[in-house]
Nanobody
Framework: QVQLAESGGGLVQAGGSLRLSCTSS????????LGWFRQAPGKEREFVAA????????YYADSVKGRFTISRDNDKSTAYLQMNNLKPDDTAVYFC?????????????????WGQGTQVTVSS
């Protein structure tokens, strides 16, 4: 099993940047594919970005492509989501998730382990 904890959220003006971190307590962090998802009030959880076990494959939702960058450091058991040029529509609770098989990387149901989420609020 793996336990995940997100950090780095906050309040930022439109056009600003934040970097989210997802830290694992387990020693097998590299055995999991990872995803970032977000959920805004009244909306379903949506895919943001995903990264394969050693970073050999990376995927983004169209809405964040060119603005967000996902990365991971398996030695530190940490994944990151660098968010630039933030927009008010990016306001949501952001979650990281992990899955060993990681076949349908953009489906929330695919992931077995989730963090508690971190709030990102972008003001206009």
């Amino acid at each position: 099993q793996v336990q995940l904890a997100e950090s780095g959220g906050g309040l930022v003006q439109a056009g600003g940047s934040l970097r989210l971190s997802c830290t694992s307590s387990g020693r097998t962090f590299g055995a999991y594919g990872l995803g970032w998802f977000r959920q805004a009030p009244g909306k379903e959880r949506e895919f943001v970005a995903a990264i394969a076990w050693r970073g050999e494959a990376i995927y983004y939702a169209d809405s964040v492509k060119g603005r967000f960058t996902i990365s991971r450091d398996n030695d530190k058991s940490t994944a990151y989501l660098q968010m630039n040029n933030l927009k008010p529509d990016d306001t949501a609770v952001y979650f990281c998730a992990a899955d060993r098989i990681w076949s349908d990387y953009d489906l929330a149901d695919e992931y077995d382990y989730w963090g508690q989420g971190t709030q990102v609020t972008v003001s206009s």
